[in-house]
C-alpha cells in the first residue's frame, strides 16, 4: 500500500516540474534551468534536488571550461568545499632536511606556522645565497618560507552558498553573515601521498541538517622546468637570456607514484583541493541521504601564461598543466528508498580523463520514474561535430544539444529540449575559441583579429598554437603597443557571444531567443568605451505561431 500511495505523487511532482528562462537583470547573462526531481521527506527535514542549470555570464571566457554537461551548463546536485589556495596550503605540515639542495622539502601552512602571523615576512626572504656556479638549484629554508596567507573555502550544496578561512587557531570564519557552523577534522595522510592534512568538514545549518564532506578531491604537486617548444624534453635554465628570444617552461610531473612518496624530486605531491558531500543527516531522527562518487584520473592542459621581460627584450611561455584526482557525483540515495543515478557515457575529447553525463535516472525502488537522456556534440570553432583529427580535438568544446524525458517505467516518451548556440560566422577570425585559447582582449574573452603583434598591425595567427609564436607576437598578447606606453584596450564587438546559448526550444514547440550585445562602460568615469564581454539586449519568445518580443537594457553600465 505504501508504494501504491507513493508513486503517483512522486510522478505528479515529475510532471508538473516547470523550467525556469530569465535574464539576471544586474549581470545581463541569459539563465536557464531545468528541474528535474525535487525530493523531500514527510518524517524529517532532508530534502535535496536535482536540476539541470545555465549561465552565460558575460561571455565566453577562453578560461572557461565545460562541465560534463556542456559549456555554460552545470548538474545542479550534491554539493562541495573547494580550496582556493593562496600561497601554500593551509593545512600543511612541514617536510624536509634544512639544507638549501633539498628540492623535496616544503614549509608549514598558515594553520600550522611557528612565527607568528603578525610579525610578518621574515627579512631574509629577501635574500638569496650566492653560489660560485650559475644555474643552481635551492630552495629557501622552511622557516623562512612559511605560509602567511589564508587559503579561501568555497561551499555549495542543498542551495546554499559562501566562503570562509580557517584562522590559526582552527576556526572556520565564514565571511558574510552566516548562521552556519562549520567544522573539520585532520588526520594524518602521509600513507596516501598527501601533504594536507584536514580530512573532511561537517556544516551544521538552521534546518538542524548536518553536511558531511568526505570524499577527496586530488591536485598533484607538479615541477616547473625550462623545455623544448615541443615541451616534451626538459632543459636546463639558460645561462644567458637574449633579446627577441622565446623561452619556455612546462609543469612536470616528476613525482613519486607510491611506497614511501618520496623521491629526489617531490615528498608527499598529493593536496587536497575539494571535499565533496557524501551525507546529509537530520540531526533530530539521524535519517540520512548517502551520496556516492566515480573518481576520474585527470591530466589537463590548462592553458599558458605570457612572462615578458621589458628590460631585457624575451619572453617566457608557462604552460600549466593539471594533474588531478576529480570525483564525479553516481548516486543519491535517499532514506525511502528514492535513488538518482547519473550514467556516464563516452571519454570526452576536450578533457582527458573526464567522460561525458549520458543519462540520469530518477527510480523509487527498482521502478523508474523518469529517465533524462543527454545529446551533446562539440563546438569545433564555427560548427558542431563530432572531432576526428588532432587539431579538431585541440580546439574542441563539449556541449549540450538536447534533453529528452523519458517518463514512468520508460513507457512514455516526450519530445526533447533543443538547444542551440552562437558560433560565429564565415569570416576567419569568427568562431568559438578553443579553450585556454591565447586570443583574448584584458578581460579575458575572445576577440579575434583584435588580437595584434607589438607592431599593432599585424595579425596574430589564429589557427596555431602559442609556442609558435615570436617574441613580437607574445609582446602583442601582453596588450603591449610600440605605438604607446599605456595597455591596449583591445575587445572585439559581439565576438564574446561566441559559444553562449541561442535558442531554446521546448518540447511543445515553443521556443526561446537570446539576443546579446556588447558591453560598454565608462572607466575613467567620464567616457564611455567599448569594454570585454557581452550582455542579454532581447528575449523572443514564440509559441503556436505567435511571438513576444521582450526588451531588457541595452548597456550595462560597468
Known sequence: MVTRRLIPVCILILFIAKTYAQVNLQSGSATFTLPMFNWKDDKSRLYTAISLNYNSGNGLKVTDVASSVGQGWNLVAGGSIVRMQVGEPDDQHSYGAASPSDRTKFPDGFLYGQIPVFQGCPGASLKYPIYSSRNQIYTQHNAISEDKQADYFSFRFNGK???FILDTTGVCQPLGDSKMKITFQTANMRTQGKRTTINS???HDVDGLIYKFTQHSLTKVLRTEYCDQALTNIQSQPKEFKGGRVYYQKGFDKGPTGGTWVNNELAYPWIVSGWYLTEIEDALTHATIQLTYEVRDMVQNAGADIIYDKEQNYSTILTKMSVTKTPEL???????????TVNYGANRIDMNGARVISSIDIKYFFTTLSRYVLGTSYFILNRYGTPTTAYQKSVARLCLRSVKKIGYNLAE????YLFDYYTGSNNVDDFVPPPFFYAKDIWGFYNGNESKSFNGTTNIALNTSITALSNDDLRGLCFL????????YNPKSGYAKNGLLKQIVYPAGGTLTYEYEQNYGKLDGVTERMVGGVHVSKTLSTDGGYSNPCGTPPNNQL
Open 481 to 488: 603597443r610600440n605605438s604607446t606606453m599605456d595597455i591596449v
Open 413 to 416: 516518451d516526450e519530445s526533447p
Open 161 to 163: 552558498a559562501g566562503m
Open 330 to 340: 553516481k548516486t543519491i540515495t535517499m532514506p525511502d528508498e528514492h535513488t538518482i
Open 201 to 203: 568538514f561537517q556544516i
